[in-house]
């Protein structure tokens, strides 16, 4: 399959013309009506510091469906025991920032570099990307963020500074998004980790399938905040 290359138009062509590990085109710019329509195909960016704007879309695509949720009997104490307080929206920025400092201080290298941080952001302001927190004792323990159109939430990073901060804030939003209804959680690609929670792989053509779906119900715009129960 050939890679295509991106003018300054805004389009994509079909994510079904993608390479097997899905990478499809290069180029474009990270701009809000890019990312949108990007993530309404279900095509995502991801590319290192030094290249040019990649853009993906997988084929198998790992999701999770919310009530598949698995979670561990240690894990499970943990959230009993309320350890972290949890919130929604609260720190954008900060978590999208320590999710870019922890990889790149553990050597992994990142995808998340100015430019991403700052389109995400941007993405945030428009109500559209929203981040989880865990706090212990008012201090930023973990989180992640993502994005979130119809009714599906698309998963970019995750972070944690203190043991097991991270999967008390991806329990907490799955449940979350449990209660809102939400059709299921894009993860991307697979890992372990993931999997662990309950995510599968599915056929690109059925995650485009049903994110069609997905999006003809309406996106929970604005801040969130997490429901009490």
């Not at 900060?94 to 553990?106: G, L």
């Not at 428009?126 to 009714?151: D, F, M, P, Q």
Request: positive net charge; hydrophobic residues 40%.
């Amino acid at each position: 399959m050939p890679v295509f290359q991106l003018s300054n138009k805004i389009g994509f062509p079909p994510p079904h013309l993608a390479e097997r590990e899905g990478l499809l085109a290069v180029g474009g710019d990270l701009s809000l009506k890019r990312l949108i329509l990007a993530y309404k195909m279900g095509i995502f960016p991801w590319y290192s510091e030094d290249d040019p704007i990649i853009w993906w879309s997988p084929d198998p695509r790992l999701i999770l469906y919310p009530d598949e949720l698995k979670i561990s009997k240690s894990l499970k104490k943990i959230l009993n025991k309320g350890i972290f307080q949890v919130t929604l929206d609260q720190a954008f920025d900060k978590v999208i920032m320590e999710c870019a400092a922890v990889r790149s201080e553990t050597g992994e290298g990142t995808w998340i570099v100015d430019e991403m941080i700052e389109a995400y952001c941007r993405l945030h302001r428009a109500g559209l990307a929203h981040s989880v927190e865990t706090w212990i004792n008012g201090h930023l323990a973990g989180g992640l963020y993502g994005v979130s159109l119809g009714k599906c939430f698309f998963g970019e990073s995750m972070f944690m500074r203190v043991s097991n901060a991270s999967k008390v804030a991806f329990v907490s939003l799955v449940q979350q998004l449990s209660r809102w209804s939400f059709d299921f959680i894009d993860c991307q690609v697979k890992t372990r980790h993931l999997m662990s929670f309950g995510a599968r792989e599915v056929s690109r053509k059925v995650f485009l399938d049903q994110l069609q779906k997905s999006l003809k119900k309406k996106t929970l715009r604005g801040q969130w905040e997490l429901d009490k129960h």
